[in-house]
Structures are given as C-alpha cells and as structure tokens.
C-alpha cells in the first residue's frame, strides 16, 4: 500500500499522520513538543513505523510548522510549506465550498478567507497567546478544571460575565476579580470563552467579510464552550472536522501527494533510519552586512548538513 505522509512541528504540538492514495487517516498521533521539535518528530514517527506492516511504501512526506525546515530536512521532505497553506489544502479538500476558516492552536491563531477553494486572505496573531490553547490550558490549571471538561463547564453557566479578552495579563485579573465577587468557575469560564473569541474576531476578522460555511480547527476547537461562542457571536454553524486537531499534517500530507504524483518523480524521503541519528541546531549571527542575520545550521556526526536564515544566500548557498 502507498502511504503518504504530513507533520506539523509546532512550539506546544507535533503532529504526524498518513493517508492512503485514497485521503483516508490511517495513521494520527498528537504529541507534546515539549521544547524539543525533533525529539517528537522521532516520537511520532517511530510510532507510525510500528504501525507499518512490509507492504506499506511512503511515496511522498510533506512537512509544515514553525519548524519545518529543520524537520523538513531531517526527514528529507518532499513539500515544505507555511501553516496557512497547509490548513487550506486539507480544509478545502473535506469542505470544496469552504469560505472562512478559523484556526487556534496552541501558541497562535489564524482566520484564512476562501474563495473558490483559493486562498484570498489571511490574518495571523503570534504576539499575544490571549485565546490561544497554552492560554487555556494555564485557566485551567488555576481554576482546577481539566483541560477536557473546561468547555462542557462553560455550556453549564447561569450568568453572563464579561471579561477582558484583549490581553492574556487583563483576562486572569478579571477572572480573578470575577471569581472574588462570587461567580461560579462555570460563568466564569463561558465569560472567557466570549471574551476570546470576541477578541479574536475582532483583531483577525477586522476589515474582512467572513462568509459561511465556517470551519474550525486546532486544537482549540475541541473546547465546546469556544464552539458555542463563535456559534453565538457570528450567528451560524461552525464546522468541526472529524480531524480537527492535525488538519495542517493532512494538509501537507495531501500537498506531497499531489506533488510527486504531478511531478513524477521519486519521494525525497530518507527512510526511518532517521530516528537513531543525532541532529544537532547551531546559530549565529552573521557579520557580513548590516541584516545581522541569525543563520540556523543542522549538525549530524560532526558535519554540518544544511544552513538557512541567510537574507543573502552566503551561507545557505554553500552545503
């Protein structure tokens, strides 16, 4: 059987699935980074290696995330490509009549505007973690609530509380103003969810015309409570994927397809062996120009193996 496969490497997850030639998950693992990009990549792909039985061939891989160079040349990566593409391409292929996707993971958010199954817009947050899932997993923990009940406790509350959502610093000294006047963990919660998605509606969907149908993914959109607040808040149905939460991997996964199959040639990928071998990042600063470039090198058995972040090319040009 051709298998093909995607990763997503980002700061709090790494995901790793494999499709059939038919787009069919038959492979999907969600792991914690943990600070550690290409120790979880390993993770993840020994596992899909213990899955595969003699007659499973991969034909091509596709790598996004913020660390999808690094990753991408580890694995030796067919496609490499940005969050935005890669979310796209598996949310169009399940959803052809997509028009606004809404995307929260763990340390970012994205809302990605469609039409005609092409990418026409784009908004990104990376400079506050206000809505994101590390925000809501740190509620969570001060609140006591687990992580998995927190939304079903939201669609629970009695009362309408208003929280600041516009920053992660003025959010918990609202809640915890809140909770001193004696709401409940539950009004409490569904006033954050609100409040999050108030806030990012506002900031990535200002100026843009959102349009149904909606779909939601990252791993934020298994929190029923945010679910209900956009519902709420833009007045329709949003749409969960059945794999909401490695939706970039599918998306890269299918773009690797497309690309050795239009292409016709041969899967870059170097095999599992990968997974025994050490792979070292360095930086530093180049001095050659006023940029200051910071340039990332990839060390394995003492030689370095690939260089990027070069403006120039000076250094990337020359492995």
Not at 22 to 34: E, G, H, Q, W
Not at 54 to 68: I, L
Not at 159 to 165: E, L
Request: net charge negative; with cysteine; charged share 20%.
């Amino acid at each position: 059987m051709d298998i093909f496969i995607g990763i997503d490497t980002g700061s709090v997850s790494t995901n790793v699935i494999a499709l059939d030639e038919n787009i069919n998950v038959l492979f999907s693992k969600y792991i914690r980074t943990k600070g550690q990009p290409i120790n979880s990549v390993k993770e993840g792909m020994a596992m899909l290696k213990e899955e595969l039985d003699d007659s499973c061939v991969v034909k091509a891989v596709g790598v996004t995330g913020s660390g999808r160079q690094m990753i991408g040349l580890m694995v030796g990566a067919d496609v490499v490509k940005n969050e935005i593409t890669a979310h796209a391409a598996a949310t169009t292929h399940f959803y052809p009549d997509v028009q606004t996707i809404f995307e929260i993971g763990g340390q970012d958010s994205k809302i990605i505007i469609v039409k005609n199954g092409i990418v026409t817009d784009f908004s990104m947050n990376t400079v506050c973690a206000a809505g994101t899932g590390s925000f809501l997993d740190h509620q969570s923990e001060r609140l006591g609530v687990d992580i998995s009940e927190f939304g079903d406790l939201a669609l629970t509350a009695q009362n309408d509380v208003r929280i600041a959502g516009r920053c992660t610093v003025f959010a918990e000294s609202d809640m915890i103003a809140k909770q001193q006047y004696g709401y409940s963990k539950a009004d409490i919660i569904k006033g954050l969810c609100d409040a999050l998605v108030r806030n990012y509606l506002n900031n990535l969907g200002r100026g843009k015309t959102l349009n149904p149908p909606f779909v939601f993914q990252g791993g934020v959109a298994a929190n029923k409570g945010i679910i209900k607040a956009f519902e709420d808040q833009i007045g329709h149905e949003v749409i969960i994927p059945k794999h909401f939460n490695v939706m970039g991997a599918i998306g890269m996964a299918i773009m690797a397809k497309n690309q050795v199959e239009h292409s016709g040639q041969s899967s870059k990928f170097k095999g599992f062996d990968f997974i025994n071998l050490e792979f070292t990042p360095k930086s530093f600063e180049c001095t050659g120009c006023a940029n200051s470039c910071e340039v990332i090198k990839v060390i394995n058995n003492g030689k370095t193996i690939a260089m990027w972040g070069d403006k120039c090319g000076k250094w990337s040009s020359s492995i």
